[in-house]
């Protein structure tokens, strides 16, 4: 069975560095190129032109990944895994028409807010309220009413509530990695981290699945999780899919995720904390993209309140920017950031695991 997990890995990896140059050629024969804003850093200013929409190869290879994996070892889709493909579709989606409309119309906003809000918020309630169907033998629905650390842990929040929370959950990665998105291969590499963290999460549950308690010499410390393993496949395509897009995403970028990427990522990452119970440690193992949030709230919020900024440009990257730091030794640093996040929050996950024990 971990068989899939490494060809869905492979076979994505292997689709877009294949793929992607031949996205590039079509996007950029249909001058489908980057908006620049001119009040950005003026080194980005050589950016115009770039062919953007670059997050359908990855979308695409994902999907195809996870499937063929499936072909390859004969083994069935699961729920759990197929509803996180389908939010991050459905967020690429609504990240597509806003690249789209830049593009067309030479607009560098895109969709107006509350257009691109609505498609946002129906593909999220879809998500949330299918997640709680499909229960399996053991009662196991993709996801749970209760809020999840490590495990689920307190009381039940109840069905609307619940809704709620993914809502804000999908919002906020998807988001965050949008704006993350602002450095040849940024957002990509650290998406490539926190995918392989997951791998690993999903991998460890399955192998402490409560479906094997009869097994386990610590029957108490196992995992409520519908479909761990599925969750890992699904991971896994993704690391591989972002690895392939980021050879030819890194800098000087060949072409750019745009929002169909950024949403994407965001969404397929909110759902696999959603289903794998561990909602909250995602704001570790995604730290970078939380810190790079929370500068633009910081910026916004001073300046709103006293009239002054806190960093020279938000969001975060180009503060350093400003201050002279090249574009790749941002990157790199910024890099090695989400890398220590990803071993703090496996290494909580571990603790929890072994504290139950």
Not at 13 to 34: C, D, E, M, N, S
Not at 41 to 53: C, D, I, Q
Not at 261 to 276: D, E, K, N
Not at 315 to 332: I, R
Request: some cysteine; aromatic content about 10%.
């Amino acid at each position: 069975m971990m068989k899939q997990i490494l060809f869905a890995g492979v076979i994505g990896l292997f689709l877009t560095l294949v793929g992607t140059p031949l996205l590039i050629k079509l996007l950029a024969r249909k001058g489908y190129g980057q908006y620049i804003r001119d009040d950005g850093p003026r080194e980005h200013a050589s950016k115009r032109g770039t062919p953007t929409m670059g997050g359908i190869a990855f979308i695409l290879s994902t999907i195809a990944a996870y499937f063929l994996s499936k072909v390859i070892t004969g083994y069935s889709p699961n729920y759990s895994g197929l509803l996180v493909l389908a939010l991050m579709a459905g967020m690429g989606l609504v990240g597509f028409l806003d690249d789209y409309i830049k593009i067309v119309k030479r607009r560098s906003l895109g969709l107006r807010a509350k257009a691109k809000m609505a498609g946002q918020l129906i593909v999220g309630i879809a998500f949330a309220v299918l997640a709680l169907q499909f229960a399996d033998s053991h009662g196991n629905t993709p996801a749970s009413t209760k809020l999840s650390f490590v495990q689920d842990f307190g009381w039940t929040i109840g069905p609307v509530l619940f809704v709620i929370w993914a809502l804000f959950m999908i919002l906020a990665m998807s988001n965050g990695v949008n704006l993350t998105d602002g450095l040849d291969g940024l957002a990509t590499g650290a998406s490539v981290l926190v995918f392989g963290a997951y791998t690993f999460i999903g991998v460890w549950q399955f192998q402490e699945s409560c479906a094997n308690a009869m097994t386990l010499t610590n029957p108490s410390a196992c995992y409520q999780v519908r479909d761990p393993l599925d969750l890992a496949i699904v991971a896994s395509a993704l690391m591989g899919s972002c690895l392939g897009f980021l050879w030819w995403n890194t800098s000087p970028a060949k072409i750019f995720m745009g929002d169909t990427g950024s949403l994407a990522l965001g969404g397929a990452l909110a759902g696999l904390a959603i289903c794998s119970r561990t909602e909250l440690l995602l704001a570790l193992l995604g730290g970078l993209f939380v810190l790079i949030t929370m500068s633009v709230v910081i910026q916004v919020g001073s300046f709103r309140l006293t009239g002054k900024r806190v960093f020279r440009m938000a969001p975060l990257q180009h503060h350093f920017e400003l201050k002279g730091w090249s574009e790749v030794l941002v990157v790199v640093r910024f890099w090695i950031i989400q890398g220590i996040c990803v071993v703090v929050g496996l290494g909580i996950f571990y603790a929890g695991w072994a504290a139950e024990k």
